[in-house]
C-alpha cells in the first residue's frame, strides 16, 4: 500500500479535454434520457432506464440515486454556460416535486441526496419556488426520521421496521446540508440541531479509534445506547469499506463548514489520512481498504471520485496535491473519453461486491462526483452544491 506523493493536479489541458470528454457524454445522455432516469449503475458498461417498480414505466424517478442525474446537469451548465443544460435540469423539478408530495419511495435518510443536488441547487441557481417547497418538504419529512433517545436519523425503511430500527450509515453525512439549508433557510433551528447531534453520533461510534469507519451502526431505539457496528457492502465487519471512508471524508468536512465544529475537522482529516495512507500504486482505491496491490480485488473508482471532492473540501496543499494525483489517475485510466461504447463517465466502479450488484461498472455517483472533481479543478469560484 502506498500513501499518495505530492505531486500538483492534473494540468489545464488533461483536465479541460475531459472536462469535454464528459460533457459529450453528458448531452449525449440528455438526448437518451432526457427526464428520465437511468439504473444507479451501467450493464456492461451502458446506462438503460432504471426498471420501474410496481407496474411503474421504467425510467421513474424511484431509489436513492436518482438525482446525480440532475445533479451533472447543473455540472454542465456551470461548466459552459449553455442554457440547454438549465433547460435540461430544470425539468427534473416537478418530478422531485411530486415524489415528496405523494410520499413516493421517501422513506430513507437519501432525501438528503435526492434534495439538496434536485431541488437546493435549482432553488438557489434560478429561485424557481417549486424547488424550495419540495426541498423543505422533503427536509421535514428527513425530520421524521429521527430516532430518539439516540438523536440518529434512522438510514433505511419504516421506522418500526425491527431489523433496521436503530441504525444509521456513513452515507448519512452527506445527506445533513438538506437540513442545514432548510435552516438557514427558514431560520428554525430544529433543522441544524437534528443534523449536529446526528454527527456527533457519527463522530463517536462510526469513526473507530484507529481512524476506519463503519458502515452501518446501531442504537439501542428505547435508551439510546450504543450498540454495535456492521457492514453491508464491505468485506466485513472490521474492515474499512472504501466507499464508506470517502464519504466520511467529505461528509465530516462539510458538516464542519456548516457548524465550525473542530472535532468534525479532525474526523474528516482522520478519515482522510487513512484512505490514503491504504491506496494502491495508481491511487485509485480497490472496494475494501483491506485490499492492496496484488489482492487481484475491484477498483471503485466511485470512491476515488468521492474522495477527491472531500480532499479538496478540506483544502491545504497536501490534501489537495493528494486529490490532484487520484484526479489525474481517474482521468488517464477510468474515464470513458476512449472508450465511445461507454454512456458513464467512469469506469471500474462497485456498488455492492458482496451481493454482486454492480461490480466493475459505471455508477451515477460516481459521475457525478467525477464531474464535480473535475468542476472543482477547472472552476475555482465554483459555488458548492452541497
Not at 246 to 253: D, H, K, T
Not at 367 to 384: C, K, Q, V
Amino acid at each position: 500500500m502506498t500513501a499518495i506523493d505530492v505531486r500538483p493536479a492534473p494540468d489545464a489541458d488533461a483536465t479541460e479535454r475531459a472536462v469535454a470528454a464528459a460533457l459529450r457524454v453528458v448531452d449525449a445522455n440528455i438526448a437518451e434520457f432526457g427526464d428520465r432516469y437511468p439504473g444507479d449503475t451501467t450493464v456492461h458498461n451502458r446506462y438503460h432506464l432504471r426498471p420501474g417498480p410496481d407496474g411503474l414505466p421504467d425510467g421513474t424517478n424511484t431509489g436513492w440515486t436518482t438525482s446525480f442525474w440532475p445533479g451533472m446537469l447543473w455540472l454542465a451548465l456551470e461548466l459552459t454556460g449553455d442554457e440547454r443544460y438549465l433547460r435540461a435540469a430544470t425539468a427534473h423539478v416537478p418530478g422531485f416535486a411530486d415524489r415528496i408530495s405523494t410520499q413516493s419511495d421517501v422513506e430513507t435518510h437519501d432525501l438528503g441526496f435526492l434534495y439538496t443536488l434536485s431541488c437546493v441547487v435549482a432553488w438557489r441557481r434560478t429561485g424557481d419556488p417549486k424547488a424550495r417547497r419540495a426541498a423543505l418538504a422533503a427536509a421535514e419529512h428527513l425530520l421524521n426520521r429521527v430516532l430518539e433517545p439516540a438523536g440518529i436519523i434512522q438510514a433505511w425503511g419504516d421506522m418500526d421496521d425491527p431489523d433496521q430500527r436503530g441504525r444509521t450509515i456513513i452515507d448519512s453525512l452527506m445527506n445533513t446540508p438538506l437540513l442545514y439549508w432548510a435552516g438557514e433557510t427558514t431560520g428554525d433551528p430544529r433543522y441544524a440541531a437534528v443534523a449536529r447531534g446526528h454527527v456527533e453520533q457519527l463522530r463517536d461510534h462510526i469513526l473507530r479509534a484507529d481512524d476506519t469507519t463503519y458502515h452501518t451502526f446501531y442504537w439501542d431505539p428505547a435508551t439510546g445506547e450504543p450498540l454495535r457496528g456492521e457492514t453491508e457492502q464491505g468485506s466485513a465487519d472490521d474492515s474499512c469499506w472504501a466507499r464508506g471512508q470517502a464519504w466520511g471524508i467529505y461528509g465530516f468536512a462539510l458538516n464542519h463548514r456548516y457548524t465550525g465544529d473542530p472535532s468534525f475537522l479532525v474526523a474528516a482529516r482522520r478519515c482522510a489520512d487513512y484512505f490514503l495512507a491504504h491506496l494502491p500504486a495508481d491511487r485509485v482505491a480497490h472496494w475494501d481498504l483491506v485490499f492492496g496491490d496484488g489482492s487481484g480485488q475491484d477498483r471503485d473508482s466511485s470512491a476515488a471520485a468521492i474522495a477527491v471532492c472531500g480532499l479538496l473540501e478540506l483544502g491545504g496543499d497536501r490534501y489537495r496535491a493528494a486529490a490532484g494525483a487520484i484526479l489525474e489517475s481517474l482521468i488517464a485510466r477510468y474515464s470513458t473519453a476512449p472508450h465511445p461504447e461507454s454512456n458513464a463517465l467512469l469506469l471500474h466502479g462497485v456498488y455492492d461486491k458482496p451481493k454482486g450488484i454492480g461490480v466493475d461498472e459505471g455508477t451515477l455517483w460516481g459521475d457525478y462526483f467525477y464531474l464535480e472533481a473535475l468542476t472543482r479543478i477547472s472552476r475555482p469560484g465554483w459555488t458548492n452544491h452541497w
